[in-house]
């Protein structure tokens, strides 16, 4: 069979990477760049996060998606050293993470995005980006930390951001207030920001949620160029159409456990998946299957609205 000529060689790798990959809950993968082990965190007497055993493939774009209360931002936290763990283990390029505080994590080559907070929004848009060299989130961090860490260094941080944000289409807006961009640019932003420590792995925190159409496109176009510049992208996200168009994996959470795995189309069509959203969202009545596709596609279309 002759190769398609069209599909990029990003693509290409993750699918061959994936293609014997069972379906399966907690799927050994071919060339893992992160490896969890029993990891478990629980909020008084409810178990946010009960992971058994999960492994990113290298390279490609992997979907975490679940219904509201999942555990995926919990875990998400925990990955990155937002948050501690009760029990459980990571590995990260073959380094253990558990216990690393977040900017060393981001040292290390894992980044996650973050929502602009009101202290961030008070920033120009050159300043998040140079404090986005630091893999940190910002907050009080930035007031006396960091021009002690810039020192030597600012200039090459400075043209790396301005690099980006030509990038990103976001040069016009330099020196306006983060605070005054759209919902769209603040989500290009939030990416351009984490690719300033210039990772290995990137985590993103539902990418689409706010975004006007306009944007879409040119988001999804990003997130896609990050696997073709040899990156692995992990992202949290409730929008099925984008979940179905850029992962090359999805990884199913449900109260806490990953519950299914596959490649978008085996992942939505998975009656275990089907049930854990209106395990979440209905009364439980039964529905034929057909029934209950097209409300899980319709509640992802009405997440989106809701964010
Ligand atoms: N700091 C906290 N204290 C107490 N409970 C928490 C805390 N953070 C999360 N939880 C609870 O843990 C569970 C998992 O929440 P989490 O936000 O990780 O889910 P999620 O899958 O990201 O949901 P969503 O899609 O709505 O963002 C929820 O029941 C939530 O209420």
């Not at 993968?29 to 909020?43: E, Q, Y």
């Not at 493939?57 to 937002?82: C, D, E, S, V």
């Not at 961030?120 to 940190?136: C, F, H, K, P, W």
């Amino acid at each position: 069979m002759a190769a398609d000529t069209n599909v990029p060689p990003g693509v290409v790798k993750a699918r061959e990477a994936l293609k014997d990959v069972p379906h399966e809950p907690g799927a050994k993968k071919k060339d893992p760049i992160l490896v969890a082990d029993k990891v478990v965190r629980r909020f008084g007497g409810l178990t946010a996060v009960q992971v058994d055993h999960i492994e990113i493939q290298r390279g490609a774009i992997t979907a975490l998606i679940g219904p509201n209360g999942a555990g995926k931002t919990t875990f998400f936290n925990l990955l990155t050293g937002f948050d501690k763990p009760n029990e459980g283990n990571w590995n990260f390029n073959g380094s253990p993470l558990a216990g690393v505080p977040p900017h060393k994590v981001a040292r290390k080559g894992m980044v996650r995005t973050f929502q602009l907070t009101k202290a961030l929004s008070r920033l120009s848009v050159i300043d998040n980006m140079r404090l986005g060299a630091t893999g940190q989130k910002g907050e009080s961090f930035w007031q006396g930390l960091i021009p002690a860490l810039w020192q030597g260094q600012e200039k090459e941080i400075t043209e790396r951001a301005d690099e980006l944000l030509v990038r990103f289409k976001l040069d016009a807006k330099r020196e306006d207030f983060a605070g005054s961009l759209s919902g769209g640019q603040r989500k290009l932003l939030e990416m351009a920001r984490a690719l300033m420590v210039q990772p290995d792995m990137v985590m993103l925190d539902e990418p689409m949620a706010g975004v006007n159409p306009a944007l879409t496109q040119s988001l999804l176009g990003h997130v896609k160029s990050l696997r073709e510049d040899g990156m692995t992208v992990l992202f949290v996200e409730h929008d099925m159409d984008m979940v179905r168009d850029i992962s090359d994996w999805v990884i199913v959470m449900g109260q806490g456990q990953v519950i299914a795995e596959g490649t978008p189309d085996t992942v939505m069509a998975d009656p275990r998946v089907i049930d854990a959203y209106l395990g979440a969202h209905h009364d439980g009545t039964a529905h034929d299957s057909a029934e209950v596709a097209a409300e899980v596609a319709a509640e992802a279309e009405g997440g989106k609205s809701d964010e």
